[in-house]
């Protein structure tokens, strides 16, 4: 098992436009988290999986994002109609129980111009 | 909300010095982890800490969780360039067993 892979490494979007990142967690693991993190800043939670239920997501995010985990697999986070606050590092995790932590992959950069 | 504040935010020191860095919240914790991170790559798990007055070595590094399990510390005994990096502190919540809550990290640079 390579870890936790995330695709694409970086993605520079118009204003408006609508972007799609890709998370494989590790396979034995079947908790899946979506993080954002701005400069200076700590990693800031956005939603969580437990197989393929999405059983918790921020009030942080607007309708704009949008989360999937078919199948229990991979996930996909979606933003819609782009601003230029959503300029961040995307993070994925996965785990197998809360307690034993995160194992991070290399995370979206996104920039909006 | 569950906050963890970490100290110092910035900290740089010469190779070979020791240092301590903190994870203060006014909440309990399930369990801390500690996490470091370089520029552009996501966090790595360090250790993770579950019983209140746990002490865990790593090589130079140590790490304790307070009593009460709202802080931790970390110290680095003769730290070296390699050390160089954001850590951040994570807890895990009691009632909330989906997610954990970040700090914004130390920053620490080491200078040879």
């Known amino acids: 098992d390579t870890g936790v892979s995330q695709d694409p490494r970086h993605k520079i979007t118009k204003r408006g436009q609508n972007v799609t990142f890709r998370c494989d967690p590790i396979?034995?693991?079947?908790?899946l988290y979506w993080y954002r993190q701005t400069l200076g800043q700590g990693p800031e939670f956005l939603t969580y999986?437990?197989?393929?239920?999405?059983?918790?997501k921020s009030r942080l995010l607007s309708d704009r994002f949008s989360a999937e985990r078919p199948k229990g697999s991979f996930s996909t986070l979606e933003i819609q109609r782009t601003e230029q606050g959503d300029s961040a590092m995307y993070l994925c995790?996965?785990?197998?129980?809360?307690?034993?932590?995160?194992?991070f992959g290399s995370g979206t950069r996104l920039t909006v111009v | 909300t569950q906050l963890l504040e970490q100290s110092p935010q910035f900290l740089s020191i010469q190779e070979g010095e020791n240092l301590t860095v903190y994870c203060n919240s006014s909440?309990?914790?399930?369990?801390l982890q500690w996490y470091r991170q370089e520029p552009g790559e996501g966090p790595v798990l360090l250790v993770t800490?579950?019983?209140?007055?746990e002490v865990k070595k790593l090589k130079r590094l140590t790490f304790q969780f307070g009593d009460a399990r709202k802080d931790s510390s970390l110290h680095i005994t003769a730290a070296q360039p390699g050390d160089t990096g954001l850590y951040l502190c994570?807890?895990?919540?009691?009632?909330?067993?989906?997610?954990?809550?970040f700090g914004d990290g130390t920053t620490l640079t080491v200078k040879p």
């Open positions: 396979s034995e693991h079947n908790r």
């Open positions: 995790a996965s785990s197998s129980r809360v307690v034993d932590g995160y194992t």
């Open positions: 999986f437990q197989n393929e239920a999405q059983l918790e």
């Open positions: 800490v579950v019983t209140g007055g």
């Open positions: 994570a807890g895990g919540s009691l009632t909330n067993a989906g997610k954990s809550t």
């Open positions: 909440s309990v914790f399930s369990s």
